[in-house]
């Protein structure tokens, strides 16, 4: 028997004959068999023909250990800091729905939204020009300016940016919402409930479909339809009690259904709580003026800090029916 030397220079596995992998892989402490790590899990013995060793464990880098071993011992905290950010922001947003009648009632309750200065929205709206000349694609940038340029009175710009944000994703939940309140305001009442509706449609179930549903009910009392204003306010009541929002469109849809009474409590319950700053407490006065109602003194309520931040954002704005 003549011994040749091997044809091919590859490592190959003494189990499944593939090529090896030398800086992970295995090997017989009595042989010198090389085995693939995955093979090698299934094996206690060589399988080397007259061999009867055993396959030692490959050993992670000593790098990799380091940084395993610090990714367990952080894991707990990193988990814990994330579970009490957490739930304070899902308590804060969703307190009503846990709370009892009282707590419902007293701590709630969530300021309108006031909008920024004039320089801020210059600010905001030059910031997002720059962005969007980078990437006229970015949704979120066009969206962002849209309810930037709408809080300016800039409406045809609010719906140009808006209308390009749906025309890359026909289906964005905020674009609809903001057309909508844009198209609202320009007297487009019709196109505005479709965009509503679609938004309603789309995700009508979540903590935010308050939201869609008071901008429906707005541009419902543009075309002078109580019966589907009174229900669009009902039902963002319904989803959120604690957004003031909902109580002021439901007092103008009983305004114009002629029920006096309801409304002039709907616009007392808003103003104990609006932010003196908002644009609907001097909407809700004149309104209880109109209607022969005293103006009822405003009632400290503590700063709810999510939803604060929530409704900074210029597209939550909802428009006073006028």
Not at 221 to 228: A, D, F, N
Request: hydrophobic share 40%; proline share 6%.
């Amino acid at each position: 028997m003549r011994i040749k030397p091997r044809a091919s220079t590859v490592l190959r596995c003494a189990v499944c004959h593939g090529v090896l992998r030398p800086a992970v892989d295995g090997y017989c402490g009595s042989c010198g068999s090389r085995f693939h790590e995955e093979c090698r899990t299934d094996l206690e013995r060589c399988p080397t023909l007259g061999c009867r060793g055993s396959i030692p464990r490959t050993r992670r880098p000593l790098l990799e250990r380091a940084v395993f071993l610090g990714l367990v011992a952080l894991g707990p905290f990193v988990l814990a800091t994330a579970v009490i950010f957490g739930a304070e922001e899902i308590w804060a947003r969703h307190a009503p729905a846990f709370s009892g009648p009282e707590a419902r009632r007293d701590a709630a309750w969530r300021t309108s939204f006031v909008p920024p200065s004039a320089e801020d929205l210059e600010r905001e709206v030059e910031a997002y020009t720059k962005r969007l000349a980078i990437n006229q694609l970015d949704t979120a940038t066009l969206i962002a300016r849209g309810k930037a340029l709408c809080n300016q009175g800039n409406l045809e710009g609010a719906r140009h940016d808006l209308t390009s944000a749906l025309d890359i994703d026909a289906n964005d939940y905020d674009a609809l919402i903001n057309r909508g309140l844009v198209l609202t305001r320009l007297g487009q009442s019709d196109k505005a409930i479709l965009d509503l509706t679609r938004a309603i449609e789309f995700d009508g179930s979540s903590p935010r479909a308050w939201w869609p549903y008071v901008n429906r009910s707005s541009a419902y009392s543009r075309k002078g339809m109580g019966v589907e204003a009174l229900a669009d306010a009902e039902r963002a009541i319904a989803v959120d009690p604690g957004m003031i929002d909902g109580w002021v469109f439901r007092g103008y849809a009983h305004q114009l259904l002629g029920h006096q009474k309801d409304a002039i409590a709907d616009y007392q319950k808003a103003l104990r709580h609006l932010d003196p700053r908002s644009g609907f407490a001097p909407y809700c006065t004149a309104r209880l003026a109109e209607l022969g109602a005293q103006v009822p003194p405003p009632e400290p309520a503590e700063t709810d800090n999510l939803a604060h931040r929530l409704l900074r954002s210029p597209g939550s704005a909802v428009d006073t029916v006028r």
